[in-house]
Structure formats: C-alpha cells, structure tokens
C-alpha cells in the first residue's frame, strides 16, 4: 500500500510518533490562537465604544430633559395646553411628525396647510381638506393668510366690505371682523380671513396701500368670476412674500399696477396664471425695485394692447425671459423697460411690433445694456419713439435694421450719455430720420 500523508496527522506511516509533524502542530495551534485572541480584542474593543456612545446619548437626553421639560420621540408633539406630555402624531392628529429640533420641542407636525404653529410648538393639528384650516376644533375653509408688522397704530388690512368678512383670526384668537386692526406694538401678527368671495367680480384695490403687509397666501379664494385686479397690490411696500398658486384668472381682463410700487418684494411666480383674456398690462410690475426673478413663462399675451411701464424701475433685474410673449396686438411699449438698470442684455427676437405706436423712452437709463437686437421689430405705425436709448451709457451696438418712420419726422434717440464709440445699423430710409450729432464717433451701418 503507498504511502498516504495526513498534514494533521502526528503519526507516520510506520505507526510512530514524527517529532516533525508534532512540532509543526503545536506552531500551527499556536499561531490560530494567537489570531483568535486578536479578532476576539478588537470585538472586545467595539463593544466597550458603542457601549460609551449610547451612555453619552443617555447622559445628553438627560440633560436636555432637565434643561428643557419634556422630550418627545420622533412621530409626537407637545401639546401647548400641558408640555409635560407626549401626544402622538395620527390620523385623528396629523399625517407626518418631523422628529425633534431646537431644545428637544418636537419640530413640526405636518400636513400641508393644516397645522398652526407657536413658537415651534404645535397649537392644533388636524387632518383637513387642502385649503381648510383646523380653527377651534373644526376644519375652516379660510380665504387667507397674512402676515402684517405693526407700526403701533392702526392697521389697514384689506379694502373690503365689513359684512363681507365672515370670520378673522388674530394671532389665534377669534376677533369682530374688520378691515383695520389696532395692534398697539411694533410687532408681526398673524392675520386669518374667510371672505365671501362667491360673487366678486372685482378685485381691484383689494390689498392697495396696506403697507404694513409683509406676506401674503391666498389659498381659498374665488376668483373664478373675476375680471379686474388692477391695483390689487399697489403700493403695498412692506410686502416681501406672496402666494397666488391658487388664483383663477382665466376671465381676468385687466392688470394694470397690480404689483406696482410692491418695492420689498425680491421674487414672484407667476406660472400658473390664465392670462389669456387679459387686454392691460400696464405698470403691472411698476417700481418693484427689489424683485431679481420673475417667472411669466406661462403668460398668454395674446390679447394685451398695452405693455407700457410694465417693467419700470425693476432695477434689480438682471434677466427676465419674456421668449413666449405674444404682442401682435401690443400698441404702446413706451417706458416699457424704462430704469430697469441692471439688465445686462434683453432677447426681444419673438416681439411683434407691426401694430405698435408709441416706444418713446422704451429703454431710457437702461444703464447696463451693453448690445440690444430688434432687427426683427416691424414699425409700421409707430409715431413715437424718442428718447428710446437715452442714459443707455454701455450701450455700444443697436440693431434697428428694419424700422420704419413717418418721413417728415426726426428722432431723438440719443442724448450726450450715450458710448461715445459703437456699432449702428439700420436702413438707409430710417437712417434719415434719426438726429445722430451724438453718433459721430459710431459705426454706421446701412442695409
């Protein structure tokens, strides 16, 4: 029989002990003890530290529970009635608890627009339709909400009919409906308002020269038989946030000044807007000097005669994306971008002009306007364009290829502020009617 070797075995093949094979045995054992000893310290060692974290988590809820009273788990709330309990966050409460934040007051319960909140703390939550609020125990179907800061006297809060506000909530507590309130602090306050919007026609002034309005969500409002806001918002100068998802504006007619001299306010969307029967859009977004972005991508302007001063003195604009305007029916541009002093470039590609009369001082002291492109503009019936480039000091190429101008008229479309050095090009026709004395220095291009 061959001889077969076991690497474990310590007995050769002759049925004696190998010296070899038993020395080679007890260093194999010893190395494996050796290793498990190793693995069984390291595990030893994790153990002790996760051991030392959940007691220095133990040992910080303490001490937060001392400092601060109750602790709520992730999925409860304390109650603002007695905050030495824990109240679970449930159908019957509210859909979704986000865990704890600043000193351990469980953050917010949350469902959409139906919870109320005190200083962190949740006052009521309940599960409600959208657009209703849980106001002493039921849901209420609330037009608004506002906020308004004090000046310690009283306080306009809509130009509206008294008996047309059926409910109003102040900072929480149900007061006799109004439409000014005495506060008698410099504080914000929170303002609820359910109206009878059912046959309102007009908005028109609704919210104008409410100056100490600083944010506004209307969410339950009617507006689906509303055919003029014009001055909605006017001059409501405080007015830094505004929420207008839910307004229907499909019948709505007329625009004019309806954000005008809302100086506060730095952004405003627009996108759901119906604008499709809308004729006036004059001083619509006038003097809001603070606004960078606006969202108008939606509009349809289809219908809209008059666009003028729509965007004057929006002096921290630096874009605006006005690609799906449609203004075959546009009549009057003038002032349209007037002051609007920090728009760096402007694509007007897609503006139809052929029914335009009045441009005068369409771009006046659009200081940081480098190049503009109406080659596309048609002018027809324009009778007034002066002073369209005047204070345009950066403005160094205008392309005005295809204007055209009553031949018996000169236009003044430059003043002494303009670059001394440029590129001009327009039609031989056109270029007739242009007083061009500050232009000298310029490249004139004619076609």
């Not at 409410?210 to 405080?238: A, E, G, K, Q, W």
């Not at 971008?337 to 920090?342: E, I, L, T």
């Not at 364009?385 to 031949?407: A, E, T, V």
Request: with cysteine; glycine share 4%.
């Amino acid at each position: 029989m061959s001889e077969q070797k076991n690497e474990f075995s310590i007995v050769n093949s002759k049925g004696s002990l190998d010296k070899f094979e038993i020395n080679k045995y007890i260093n194999n054992n010893k190395l494996g003890i050796k290793i498990n000893n190793i693995i069984m310290n390291y595990l030893y060692l994790i153990l002790f530290i996760i051991r030392i974290i959940i007691l220095i988590i133990f040992i910080f809820l303490f001490i937060n529970k001392s400092k601060n009273g109750n602790i709520c788990e992730y999925g409860y709330f304390i109650p603002e009635d007695d905050q030495t309990k824990c109240i679970k966050c449930s159908i019957e409460g509210c859909m979704e608890c986000y865990g704890n934040k600043l000193n351990n007051i469980c953050n917010k319960c949350y469902l959409g627009l139906n919870t109320f909140y005190k200083n962190d703390r949740i006052i009521s939550c309940s599960v409600c339709e959208k657009g209703y609020y849980f106001i002493d125990g039921e849901c209420i179907n609330y037009s608004f909400k506002a906020i308004y800061k004090s000046d310690g006297s009283e306080t306009r809060l809509i130009n509206y009919r008294i008996d047309d506000i059926k409910e109003m909530i102040v900072d929480g507590k149900n007061v006799t409906p109004n439409n000014t309130y005495s506060f008698n602090d410099t504080l914000n306050h929170e303002i609820f308002m359910l109206l009878d919007s059912s046959n309102i026609t007009s908005m028109s002034f609704m919210f104008s020269e409410c100056i100490s309005l600083i944010s506004i969500n209307i969410f339950n409002f009617d507006t689906s038989n509303v055919i003029d806001m014009s001055f909605l918002f006017f001059n409501c100068f405080s007015l830094m946030s505004i929420n207008l998802f839910n307004f229907d504006t499909s019948k709505v007619t007329d625009m004019r000044f309806m954000f005008g001299c809302c100086t506060s306010l730095s952004s405003i969307n627009l996108f759901n807007f119906d604008t499709s029967n809308v004729i006036y859009m004059s001083f619509m977004f006038d003097y809001c000097s603070s606004l960078k972005s606006i969202n108008l991508f939606n509009f349809n302007t289809s219908k809209v005669t008059d666009m003028s001063f729509m965007f004057r003195s929006c002096s921290s604009l630096t874009s605006i994306n006005l690609s799906n305007f449609d203004t075959s029916n546009v009549i009057d541009m003038s002032f349209m971008f007037n002051n609007c002093s920090s728009l760096a470039s402007i694509n007007l590609s897609n503006f139809d002009t052929s029914n335009v009369i009045k441009m005068y001082c369409m771009f006046f002291n659009c200081f940081s306007l480098t190049s503009i492109d109406l080659s596309n503009f048609d002018t027809p019936n324009l009778v007034n364009m002066d002073y369209m480039f005047y204070y345009c000091p950066r403005l160094q190429y205008i392309n005005i290829l295809n204007f055209s101008y009553p031949s018996n008229l000169t236009i003044s479309l430059f003043n002494s502020n303009i670059s001394v050095y440029g590129t001009l090009i327009t039609n031989k026709n056109f270029i007739n009617n242009i007083e061009n004395s500050y232009i000298n220095g310029w490249k004139i291009i004619l076609n």
